[in-house]
């Protein structure tokens, strides 16, 4: 996105587990309205870790009851396993926040001649 605000942080209003993943947890929003792939359409929930992205998908009141867990406890662990295989999977390059293009190009300067 030309505006540079494809990523918008979750925020925990009622001070809740997921109050603990703010930093890691958000919305990325789509300008397109591609026929060819609705799910890019609006606004996607993800996990952030440095520029690395995973979507997560929240339960909702139905799934938490066939388990006996509140919304928010699943929520909270989903957030915590998509974090940790970011950390896990994700290159470095993008987990560490890192800006890929000017690393590449300040690598190539220290190492050319002049």
Do not use: K
Not at 59 to 69: P, Q
Not at 73 to 84: C, D, E, G, H, P
Not at 85 to 114: K, V
Request: aromatic fraction near 14%; glycine fraction near 8%; charged fraction near 15%.
């Amino acid at each position: 996105m030309s505006t540079g605000g494809w990523f918008q942080h979750y925020q925990d209003w009622f001070n809740t587990e997921l109050g603990s993943w703010q930093a890691y947890l958000g919305y990325v929003r789509f300008q397109c309205n591609c026929q060819h792939h609705p799910e890019f359409c609006g606004v996607l929930r993800v996990v952030r870790l440095g520029d690395a992205i995973l979507p997560v998908h929240f339960a909702g009141f139905a799934a938490a009851r066939e388990i006996g867990l509140e919304p928010v406890q699943i929520n909270a662990q989903r957030t915590r396993q998509t974090l940790a295989f970011l950390a896990a999977h994700a290159d470095p390059a993008y987990t560490q926040g890192i800006d890929w293009p000017a690393q590449r190009l300040s690598a190539l300067a220290e190492t050319s001649p002049i």
